[in-house]
């Protein structure tokens, strides 16, 4: 099956700075790739996602890029802000784009994210 | 904040008993999946249900179970419990339309087994 590394584990950053979370997955048909943020006690909020016929997304400060040669993924987050500071999940899957068609997400082990003042 | 809802919030269950999960999933959304979360890990896929019928399993026995009723809120049934059960069970709802399907996550069951 699946399976997505992802790294560093833990990430502290000054506030400004920007944040690098790189993932890599393993089975090369997996074409479906989000990231989503959890706070301390709350629920994983997706704040971006990536398919696989695009190499790059942006959305204000957070930009994914894809490399599906080397089968890897990063999250860049530029004017890092204290209210980013929390874990952070790469995720991967084979989403069959047909009603129905199923889509489940393999995740990553997850980034501790500090920004710090 | 997303429309999933979960209960409990909280469970504490003894090793052998069983357990019932509950999430209601957003208006409109028409599929639910569960996802288990150990302590500093990533959720772990459990199954999802479309439409009523059960759409993809993860490495799970058969004693983790679930339902989805008419209404696309889902149950998920855990039996003969065991300590390694204890952590964070997610459900997270969507729509399937063969174009997008981001998954909304509720906040969460915590089991504790002892």
């Known amino acids: 099956g699946e399976n997505v590394e992802q790294h560093p584990s833990t990430l502290s950053v000054q506030e400004g700075d920007s944040a690098v979370i790189k993932c890599t997955y393993s089975?090369?048909?997996?074409?479906?790739f989000p990231w989503y943020k959890q706070e301390l006690g709350k629920r994983p909020q997706l704040i971006i996602d990536?398919?696989?016929?695009?190499g790059e997304k942006k959305d204000q400060r957070i930009a994914v890029t894809l490399n599906k040669t080397a089968k890897h993924f990063s999250l860049h987050i530029t004017e890092t802000q204290p209210e980013d500071s929390a874990v952070y999940f790469c995720?991967?899957?084979?989403?069959?784009?047909?009603?129905?068609?199923?889509?489940?997400?393999?995740f990553g082990t997850g980034t501790q994210l500090k920004v710090e003042l | 904040e997303t429309g999933v809802t979960q209960s409990p919030t909280h469970l504490i269950k003894t090793r052998g008993q069983q357990v019932t999960l509950r999430c209601s999933s957003q208006s409109g959304h028409n599929t639910v999946s569960w996802y288990q979360q150990a302590l500093g890990q990533g959720p772990q896929f459990i199954f999802q249900?479309?439409?009523?019928?059960?759409?993809g399993r993860g490495n799970f026995p058969p004693r983790f179970s679930g339902l989805q009723f008419p209404n696309y809120s889902s149950e998920l049934n855990v039996n003969a419990l065991e300590l390694d059960d204890s952590a964070l069970y997610l459900c997270?709802?969507?729509?399937?339309?063969?174009?997008?399907?981001?998954?909304?996550f509720g906040p969460g069951t915590r089991l504790t087994v002892l």
């Open positions: 997270a709802s969507s729509l399937e339309t063969g174009r997008t399907d981001t998954q909304y």
């Open positions: 990536i398919r696989s016929n695009v």
């Open positions: 995720a991967a899957s084979i989403r069959r784009w047909v009603t129905g068609g199923g889509n489940k997400l393999t």
């Open positions: 249900y479309y439409r009523e019928e059960e759409n």
């Open positions: 089975d090369s048909a997996s074409n479906y």
